[in-house]
């Protein structure tokens, strides 16, 4: 069920790591591992880096992605992953990280 959530709209709550609201779209869902797959519709850049791309995961164990289909949003933790690091091969691939350029937040469907 969690693969009629690809192309949906997403907003990205205001958080520690991006202080407004950000808009994405769902391009890959891994039920298995409650990961998702976000590309920003603008690129995120700062100082040090470029963003596209965003990993995000249930913050509750006991969350589904699923939810999404019934609350609407859903509390996650969230990586933006820096073009640098993002592998095409492996795009929800986090073994990298090691700090930064992560929150928890909301998600919500639009």
């Known amino acids: 069920m969690s693969s009629n959530l690809v192309g949906k709209k997403i907003i990205i709550r ?3 790591f991006v ?3 950000t808009n994405a779209s769902i391009v890959m869902v891994d039920a298995g591992n409650k990961f998702i797959l976000l590309a920003l519709d603008e690129p995120l850049i ?3 880096d470029k963003y596209q791309y965003v990993v995000a995961s249930p ?3 006991k969350d589904e992605l699923d939810a999404f289909n019934v609350m609407r949003s859903l ?3 969230v990586t933006w992953v ?3 690091k ?5 795009p929800m691939d986090l073994s990298w990280w090691r700090g930064g350029a992560a ?3 909301d998600l919500c469907v639009y």
């Open 59 to 61: 913050r509750l164990s």
């Open 14 to 16: 205001s958080n520690e």
């Open 19 to 21: 202080h407004h609201d």
């Open 86 to 90: 993002y592998n095409r091969k492996k």
């Open 75 to 77: 509390s996650c933790s």
């Open 82 to 84: 820096p073009d640098r």
């Open 46 to 48: 700062t100082i040090s």
């Open 103 to 105: 929150a928890v937040t």
